[in-house]
T-cell receptor, first 115, second 113 residues
Framework: DGGITQSPKYLFRKEGQNVTLSCEQN?????MYWYRQDPGQGLRLIYY???????QKGDIAEGYSVSREKKESFPLTVTSAQKNPTAFYLC??????????????FGPGTRLLVL | DQQVKQNSPSLSVQEGRISILNCDYT??????FLWYKKYPAEGPTFLIS?????DKNEDGRFTVFLNKSAKHLSLHIVPSQPGDSAVYFC????????????FGEGTQLTVNP
């Protein structure tokens, strides 16, 4: 069945380590997004991609990197430069990035914890 | 700068009664508004939306009202059901920003049987 998968469900990072969160979609959507959710806060946009081989910074891109080599995949790397990485990370996709009426479909999320 | 605010972190109502969730925004460029519902350990799911050219949109038990002059929107759920218990996020978008959404902090709704 179609949807968005994120793995792993839980991820532990050691100090100074880079970690990569996976996001895959089989909805044939052009646009993909990464959000971060902290307790008591809304979702904040980290990066988004409107099409393959293209991506733009969101509101809190510092300390993160992404790639979009395939339409169905949009991995997020949390680098050692991200000083407060503990959060719930959500990936989403939409048919296009053409406008606000494009419904975004979310994956189940990955919880990242720092050891 | 929190451009979309949900001032009530939580709301508790009795089954069968009306639930009213509120959301305020500050950016006058926002012209499209959405509500998402989120269960624990799951991603948010789209619930209902409204364009700034309207002041009301209804879908079954869910109705969203928009007051542009007050920069305020609300989600009404009637009648409320225990399965509606979840976190509700308000989100807003501007035509000039494509599909980028700005989310509020969320309101935890609990519907008691």
């Amino acid at each position: 069945d179609g949807g968005i998968t994120q793995s792993p469900k839980y991820l532990f990072r050691k100090e100074g380590q880079n970690v990569t969160l996976s996001c895959e979609q089989n909805l044939n959507h052009d646009a993909m997004y990464w959000y971060r959710q902290d307790p008591g806060q809304g979702l904040r946009l980290i990066y988004y991609s409107q099409i393959v081989n293209d991506f733009q910074k969101g509101d809190i891109a510092e300390g993160y990197s992404v790639s979009r080599e395939k339409k169905e995949s949009f991995p997020l790397t949390v680098t050692s430069a991200q000083k407060n990485p503990t959060a719930f990370y959500l990936c989403a996709s939409s048919v296009t990035a053409g406008g606000p009426s494009e419904t975004q479909y979310f994956g189940p999320g990955t919880r990242l914890l720092v050891l | 700068d929190q451009q979309v605010k949900q001032n009530s972190p939580s709301l508790s109502v009795q089954e069968g009664r009306i639930s009213i969730l509120n959301c305020d925004y500050t950016n006058s460029m926002f012209d499209y508004f959405l509500w998402y519902k989120k269960y624990p350990a799951e991603g948010p799911t789209f619930l209902i939306s409204i364009s700034s050219i309207k002041d009301k949109n209804e879908d079954g038990r869910f109705t969203v009202f928009l007051n542009k002059s007050a920069k305020h929107l609300s989600l009404h759920i009637v009648p409320s059901q225990p399965g509606d218990s979840a976190v509700y996020f308000c989100a807003a978008s501007a035509r000039t920003s494509g599909s980028r959404l700005t989310f509020g902090e969320g309101t935890q709704l609990t519907v008691n049987p």
